[in-house]
């Protein structure tokens, strides 16, 4: 009977001792995973998601700039997104920059795109990331930016001061986003309609979209702030390379913040203007979070399909 007892707590503790070393382990193998948060200006902040086992071996980058109407949304918020791609073996950046109010033009923002780009450019071979297999990635006001500061950067425009200089980046990962600016009187109809709806309960972030609108775009020489506009100016195949080997657009077909059929005025002057560029175009059955939400919930299906937009350069 005693060594029966003996037996049964040897077994007990072989077994609870077993037991922590393998949840040991495993913890182990998941804190090779790491996130840390870094300043890239004096205001503004990236984090690298990166597997510190793996400094060594060069990986595809992904960088994702956050959306969120000009006037909210951070990288915390999106924080599915670079946690996805590092277990998927890229490493990951996940940017913030500054937005209205506490800026009141879009110049800052694509200065702020700019600069983050750069830095890791110039820095991310430090966690194991490949600076010559760049991908960006941008949902809404995000692709917006990526969109405009690539353009300018390639055209060697002035922002704020300083000559932007061209990226060779991989690709260009567009979601949802809107690429042309109305005029002031088509403007002006749509943000007060922004601002009527955000008077309902649970969507007063509209209003905040309104006043980020008319704060940075009503009353402003907009031609500058507009990727399409300065496409136009442009003549036919005169631009060699603008930022990216590939541009790809995703757009939903039940998206009522950016209707299906917003990105083709920019795909139409990339075709015109662009002699080295490849264009793909995805639409998708959802709406204007179908790509972020699928990540976020872990939807395999959507999973794969953003990983086989990515993995195609590749």
């Not at 077993?18 to 995973?33: A, M, Q, R």
């Not at 956050?66 to 998927?88: C, P, T, V």
């Not at 002699?275 to 793909?280: T, V, Y």
């Not at 395999?300 to 350069?313: A, Q």
Request: aromatic share 10%; hydrophobic share 40%.
């Amino acid at each position: 009977m005693k060594v029966s007892y003996l037996l049964h707590v040897f077994i007990i503790f072989f077994i609870s001792v077993f037991t922590h070393n393998v949840k040991g382990k495993d913890s182990i193998i998941e804190s090779n995973l790491v996130k840390i948060t870094l300043k890239y200006t004096e205001e503004s902040e990236l984090d690298i998601y990166y597997d510190n086992e793996k400094i060594d071996i060069k990986r595809p980058v992904i960088i994702h700039v956050h959306g969120g109407g000009w006037a909210e949304g951070s990288k915390d918020k999106e924080a599915y997104m670079g946690e996805f791609f590092q277990k998927k073996d890229f490493v990951s950046v996940l940017i913030n920059y500054r937005l209205y109010s506490e800026i009141n033009e879009l110049d800052d923002m694509v200065e702020d795109v700019y600069k983050a780009i750069q830095w890791v450019v110039n820095n991310i071979n430090q966690y194991g990331g490949d600076s010559e297999q760049i991908t960006l990635i941008g949902h809404s006001a995000g692709a917006n930016l990526n969109t405009l500061t690539m353009v300018k950067a390639a055209l060697n425009m002035m922002v704020n001061g300083v000559q932007l200089q061209p990226f060779h980046l991989k690709h260009i990962i567009s979601l949802n986003g809107h690429y042309e600016i109305e005029n002031d009187s088509e403007l002006s109809v749509k943000i007060n309609v922004l601002k009527v709806a955000g008077v309902i309960p649970g969507l007063g972030f509209l209003k905040d979209y309104g006043k980020a609108r008319e704060k940075l775009l009503v009353g402003k020489e907009n031609d500058s702030n507009d990727q399409c506009k300065i496409l136009k100016g442009m003549n036919d195949k005169s631009i060699i390379f603008l930022g990216a080997d590939k541009y790809t657009f995703v757009e939903c077909n039940f998206d009522v913040v950016v209707p299906y059929g917003t990105a083709k005025p920019m795909i139409e002057q990339l075709e015109r203007t662009v002699e080295q560029i490849i264009i793909d175009h995805k639409v998708y059955p959802g709406g204007h979070n179908y790509i972020l939400d699928g990540i976020k919930n872990k939807n395999s299906k959507i999973e794969n399909e953003l990983l086989s937009i990515v993995e195609s350069v590749y």
